[in-house]
Each structure stands twice: as C-alpha cells, then as structure tokens.
Nanobody, 117 residues
C-alpha cells in the first residue's frame, strides 16, 4: 500500500515562501512521475508541477519562475519550493505519484496553503 504524506503547509504573507514535502512509504524511484496539484475552494484540482524519474520537470504557467519541484531519492521525498507567494496560490496542495506500466496513481491527503494579502 503506497502512502504519500504531505507536510509544510501553513499561513504566509504575500511575497513569502514555503516548502512543501511529500514523503512516500516506499522508494520513489518506483514511480515514473510525481507531482503537486492544488485545489482552491470552488475550483477544480489543477496541476502545479511534475517531475519524472529522470528529473524532467513541468510547471503550470501560473507558477513558472516562482515554484521549484525537486526530488531526493535517498529520502523518498519530493519537494515543492514556493517563492513569491500570491493570494491566488491559496489552496489545498496534494502530492501525486504514478506508475505508467500498471496505470496506477496515488494521492496524499493534502496540505493547506494560505497566502494573506
């Protein structure tokens, strides 16, 4: 059973920074890709950033230049460094992992990020 546990959310003022962590119960090398999604109240869940097993990254246009996704295979953890935060970044952030061969995907429970103006 795969478990993804997020941490690092909280309340921050606009312009501030937070770093989210996603710790997996097993080796993250077993996943083809991992990523972060977010869901704001009344809105659909949206992609924030992804990172593949070989380290390729992809970002939503709204966070490019401000957010950085990274992975530490030794710690089985994926990070999302968020800088220059804006009130519109307020959302629940979810960690996601997928295995392409088995078409399996997994979600964490989410962590709240609130950016005050």
């Amino acid at each position: 059973q795969v478990q993804l546990v997020e941490s690092g959310g909280g309340l921050v003022q606009a312009g501030g920074s937070l770093r989210l962590s996603c710790a997996a119960s097993g080796s993250i090398f077993s996943f083809n890709a991992m990523g972060w999604y977010r869901q704001a109240p009344g809105k659909q869940r949206e992609l924030v950033a992804t990172i593949t097993r070989d380290g390729s990254t992809n970002y939503a246009d709204s966070v490019k230049g401000r957010f950085t996704i990274s992975r530490d295979n030794a710690k089985n953890t994926v990070y999302l460094q968020m800088n220059s935060l804006k009130p519109e970044d307020t959302a629940v952030y979810y960690c996601h992992a997928e295995r392409w061969v088995s078409s399996s995907d997994y979600w964490g429970q989410g962590t709240q990020v609130t950016v005050s103006s």
